[in-house]
T-cell receptor
Framework: AQTVTQSQPEMSVQEAETVTLSCTYD???????LFWYKQPPSRQMILVIR??????QNATENRFSVNFQKAAKSFSLKISDSQLGDAAMYFC???????????????FGKGTKLSVIP | SAVISQKPSRDICQRGTSLTIQCQVD?????MFWYRQQPGQSLTLIAT?????????ESGFVIDKFPISRPNLTFSTLTVSNMSPEDSSIYLC?????????????FGSGTRLTVV
């Protein structure tokens, strides 16, 4: 079974600065998808960015980028020019790319609470 | 991508009673997922609901406690039965995305359940 580990329960960043959230995972599969979700106090789970394991290029979405190290099974999220609205819980998640039973579910890490200091 | 309307957004219930949570999707989807998020914790998959078949439950979750209905491709309900304070959680439904960020998932806004 796959596991996802987020070793930083809480992080803080000064507004306009850059912060990196860590995520490692364990899998025996060679093809899979990785995601970062944001959950603000409103409880809504918002998909921030995703990475396909077969792609070597790191995904980027505006101020959000990832550092995907497949061999090290590491998938960190970098937030540049942090804004007050970035304050939230951030969850790293894994999904198998195979189509067998149970492969569609997401496995989540425990989350990192990000605070943004004005 | 799909838009999910989840109701109720929150409720406070007496122990021993049941609560039914509804998710309405604005497009047809084959699979729908139900998650539980206990206070301060991550999301745990309860079950996968496919239209026209019985829901598939994850280890630790049983149909008698969390019955699920999936009458059509746009709607599903999750019932939390015979509630106890340990059932106090956020419950979320989710469907696969299409288009950009496909292979990801869209979530409902969640139901915050408090059992007293």
């Amino acid at each position: 079974a796959q596991t996802v580990t987020q070793s930083q329960p809480e992080m803080s960043v000064q507004e306009a600065e850059t912060v990196t959230l860590s995520c490692t995972y364990d899998t025996s599969e060679s093809d899979y998808y990785l995601f970062w979700y944001k959950q603000p106090p409103s409880r809504q789970m918002i998909l921030v960015i995703r990475q396909e394991a077969y792609k070597q290029q790191n995904a980027t979405e505006n101020r959000f980028s990832v550092n995907f190290q497949k061999a090290a099974k590491s998938f960190s999220l970098k937030i540049s020019d942090s804004q007050l609205g970035d304050a939230a819980m951030y969850f790293c998640a894994y999904r198998s790319s195979y189509s067998g039973a149970g492969s569609y579910q997401l496995t989540f890490g425990k989350g990192t609470k990000l605070s943004v200091i004005p | 991508s799909a838009v999910i309307s989840q109701k109720p957004s929150r409720d406070i219930c007496q122990r021993g009673t049941s609560l039914t949570i509804q998710c309405q999707v604005d497009s047809q989807v084959t699979m729908m997922f139900w998650y539980r998020q206990q206070p301060g914790q991550s999301l745990t998959l309860i079950a996968t609901a496919n239209q026209g078949s019985e829901a598939t439950y994850e280890s630790g979750f049983v149909i008698d406690k969390f019955p699920i209905s999936r009458p059509n491709l746009t709607f599903s309900t999750l019932t939390v039965s015979n509630m106890s304070p340990e059932d106090s959680s956020i419950y979320l439904c989710s469907v696969p995305r299409t288009g950009p960020f496909s292979f990801g998932y869209t979530f409902g806004s969640g139901t915050r359940l408090t059992v007293v």
